[in-house]
């Protein structure tokens, strides 16, 4: 199958990263279909992308929108979802129904999307989940959101043995990336990339061969140092950062 064909359901697509992958998957001739749960917002990105595309309103925590996205325009060539909330503060502070919220669209969400998902990948196609930076080691003022990307890196790496090679599980774990997500943060962000940036590095990860994209290196290899640390070591930098 040519690249020029390919079918890919973007769920998060109506902005953030999940747009960018969008435009430069259209750009090289696929056709994309978008998801997101706020109609306004998946015309507009559907206008910034092109004509041709589609979208399908769909909620990753209603089992039923998502069926139905996936019986309209499947079988897909690709499924990457990429959609997920976050909001940082310190656990003290953290209102319990947001937190369940969260986990509720990130992990359940993510399980949702990647169950229902898989009989609508075409043989031999992508399933891409979405990890980040903040699930290699639990950080200060993230718990609730790195929870949940931790679950995540599990599930993947879970699915990617119970599915090979039928379908080809993939996990992205992008450091910061400038978008409505990361426009909560008050803090400094260490290598910030530009989506459209992130987006062409999750795309030639994707035509790659390798189970995780996770980049850039400068912000990823530190974190993971941290995790082969002694805890008392790894504790005492990490605590740096409450702020
Ligand atoms: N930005 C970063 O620095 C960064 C770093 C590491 C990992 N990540 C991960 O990368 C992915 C994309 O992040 P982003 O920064 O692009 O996020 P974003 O800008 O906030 O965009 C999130 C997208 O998901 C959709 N969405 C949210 N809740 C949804 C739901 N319940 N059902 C369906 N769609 C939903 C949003 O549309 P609606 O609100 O209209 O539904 C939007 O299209 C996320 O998994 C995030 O955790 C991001």
């Not at 910061?176 to 990361?182: D, Q």
């Amino acid at each position: 199958m040519s690249i020029k064909d390919e079918k890919i359901w973007i769920i998060g697509g109506s902005g953030g990263i999940g747009e960018a992958l969008a435009q430069k998957f259209a750009a090289r001739g696929a056709l994309v279909v978008i998801s997101g749960r706020n109609r306004d917002a998946l015309d507009a990105a559907l206008k910034r992308i092109g004509p041709g595309h589609h979208a399908a309103k769909a909620d990753v925590v209603d089992r039923g929108s998502i069926e139905d996205a996936a019986r309209l325009h499947g079988p897909f060539d690709r499924i990457i979802m990429t959609a997920a909330t976050y909001d940082p503060g310190a656990v003290s502070k953290a209102d319990p129904d947001k937190a369940a919220g969260i986990f509720e669209v990130n992990l359940t969400g993510t399980f949702n999307v990647a169950q229902i998902g898989a009989s609508h990948i075409k043989p031999g196609g992508q399933l891409v989940l979405f990890g980040s930076a903040a699930a290699i080691f639990g950080l200060p003022n993230g718990q609730v959101y790195s929870a949940t990307k931790a679950g995540i890196v599990n599930l993947a790496q879970s699915l990617r043995a119970e599915l090979w090679p039928q379908i080809d599980v993939r996990l992205v774990t992008p450091g910061f990336v400038r978008t409505p997500l990361t426009d909560k943060n008050t803090f400094a962000m260490p290598g910030l990339m530009e989506p459209e940036a992130a987006a062409a590095r999750i795309l030639r990860g994707l035509d790659g061969t390798r189970f995780e994209i996770a980049f850039p290196r400068r912000l990823i290899w530190p974190l993971k140092l941290l995790g082969v640390l002694p805890h008392r070591l790894a504790f005492a930098l990490t605590a740096r950062l409450r702020g």
